[in-house]
DNA sequence: TTGAAAGCGCTAACAT
DNA sequence: ATGTTAGCGCTTTCAA
């Protein structure tokens, strides 16, 4: 029944007027009359045209796409800060296109392959296997802040959670209270790369040298990764080691949450017994059984600085060597039941 | 330092044959001597060549894309949804590139334009905003695979979880283990569109029908949408009713988590005073307090069928119109806790 | 205010 | 086995 695809030069023809002109007309460019501009927008009409981004993009440079690299969507974190992202895109006359790396190595590098890449006018990648040789022979040629611990490269703008700041933060709260037996749920020694994990553990150990209380490694308990199933393992894990311990630390809320029902599992009161406290403040700690107190990354202001940093090379128009940026994002507390005495109910 | 975007004509001079051959190279065309393509693959190492898929696109009319439209990313489901059709996709050579609407009618639109949609070769869509009228209008020319309970067109294939089923299974098991005063969390009149609460709803109806029990109206309660935080203030407001209830379906795992909260801030017993069974099977359900008894919609099998769907188009060449597919996916019970006596410990 | 020409980088179709 | 020609649909440049 319809015919083929309707193109720029069917609208011409259909208007009485050169395809530059019709170009003009639909991307609001000056220099038409009133007159034209009427007959070919009534012809874009009728005939139901839609421009091919395609072509456009190969002949202007430009989609009007961002593209977000993230290594899964499995938590809260990836998925508000790509609406959070998406939100202030669209704001600007930008969209936001989430790809999934997978967290492997291959993943990231088919993601951030050049051909891959081009279709977008800008990149907010979160690293988590390339490293920076990778990054560099990458080639990637359009704008790109970089998200998350580790320090990739000095040619990218990095934007950053204060990982070690919030990690003592929650550490300090605990000791202040009185624990003296921190475990540190999902820890891992301070050496090697920087992660999550590293960062994070690094602040435990930097508060407790401020309080000069000693750690016992026996209470570093590492966990595969950081679900709700780990979480649950790792104090399984520490309990049957029969490790004696007032207080936890638990490396995101999401193995918090695991860690709170292994509490449960093995009798122990949270916070009579136990004080705990996550990372993250996923919007599930407040709901958990106690309500969960936890670490403020500010994830929302994080996404503002991204936009801004991202956009400001964007719209410039290249990439911008010259001044990079590193920003740190500031943590706070959030307090809940988990380390204070249980509300009456 | 580098020059300027290496291009294939690059290649060619380098390799000192036509772009013709280097093209036939690099797409692994057959045709082309041991000698020549081991020439042309040297100058695309030396020059650091990348096709442009743009460019390519443009010709060839193929992107290796598969769009994934989805209302949000909040809670699991489309994450997993997303991870498993990614998996798929990339074992036939595609890859999927997720994209949010909002759940807006606006953002939904925008989505399908044309102009968005065209460089995909295509679509999975759950739509919940717009209407049959406006999917035509879009005029998306790639094949689609519509999600979700909305029945819209009949021009598209179309891949559902089984609501009805699900919900009437969750009911009827309640009610085989004695309880008679089943509350409906964010339950909905049967009545208007079809849409995963209707639907579920109209199975707990069902369930009552075939048991001979009547339902309550009263414990019928909505919920603005189906967070945790929706079935914490959905159980208080049925609570603060006085409407006396021993089991409650929870429309949502999400929704179920708020609403064990909120039994154990009003000190009712899960299961003892009150049975609980959700919907999703959500990993998280399995360590709530008490674990989660739940529906599971095989989501899964639905990523396999959903993509099968699509390929089988895709691959065909054209949308190919004819034979429209609707396909519903089978639910069953998950049982956990919540709906039994709890285990010692 | 409007249009003609040229070409973005690639590939299908047809030579050779 | 390799090359030439044409053109995908749009926009930049320059001329009228």
Redesign the pocket.
């Known amino acids: 029944m319809m015919g083929g ?1 309707v ?3 069917d609208v011409a023809l259909e208007a ?6 019709v ?2 007309v ?2 609001g460019r ?4 009133d ?2 501009r009427a007959r070919v927008l009534d012809a874009v009409a009728r005939l139901g045209y839609r ?2 981004a395609t ?2 993009q ?3 440079g430009r989609s009007g796409a961002i593209g977000l690299l993230v290594p899964h969507l499995d938590g809260p974190y990836y998925s508000h800060l790509a609406a959070r992202l998406d939100t202030l895109a669209q704001s600007r006359g930008y969209h936001v296109i989430i790809e999934r790396t997978g967290a492997s190595r291959e993943g990231e590098l088919a993601a951030i392959s050049a051909e891959r890449v081009r279709p977008y006018d800008g990149l907010v990648f979160s690293p988590v296997q390339i490293d920076t040789a990778d990054l560099r022979r990458a080639g990637i040629e359009v704008p790109v802040v970089l998200l998350g611990e580790r320090r990739l490269a000095g040619e990218f703008d990095h934007v950053m959670m204060d990982n070690v700041g919030g990690a003592e933060l929650a550490t300090s709260y605990m000791l202040e209270r009185g624990a003296r037996r921190i475990a540190l749920i999902g820890g891992r020694p301070d050496e090697g790369v920087d992660s999550m994990a590293t960062l994070r553990s690094r602040g435990y150990r930097n508060a407790h040298a401020k309080a000069g209380v000693p750690v016992d490694e026996r209470l570093v308990v590492d966990a595969a990764s950081f679900t709700t199933i780990d979480g649950h393992e790792a104090v399984m894990r520490l309990r049957r080691s029969g490790v004696p311990f007032d207080g936890a630390f638990v490396l995101t809320d999401a193995a918090a949450m695991g860690a709170l029902r292994a509490l449960a599992d093995v009798g122990l009161r949270v916070p009579d017994d136990v004080q705990v406290v996550g990372f993250d403040n996923d919007a599930e700690g407040e709901y958990l059984i106690p309500r969960l107190t936890t670490i403020d990354p500010d994830n929302d202001s994080m996404a503002e600085r991204i936009m801004e940093l991202l956009l400001r090379r964007v719209d410039a128009g290249e990439p911008g060597d010259g001044d990079v940026v590193e920003s740190v994002m500031s943590a706070r507390i959030v307090v809940r039941e988990s380390t204070l005495a249980r509300a009456p109910g």
């Open positions: 695809v193109k720029m030069s009485g007027v050169s395809t530059m002109t170009s003009n639909i991307n000056p220099g038409a009359s007159d034209t421009v091919n072509a456009r190969l002949r202007a």
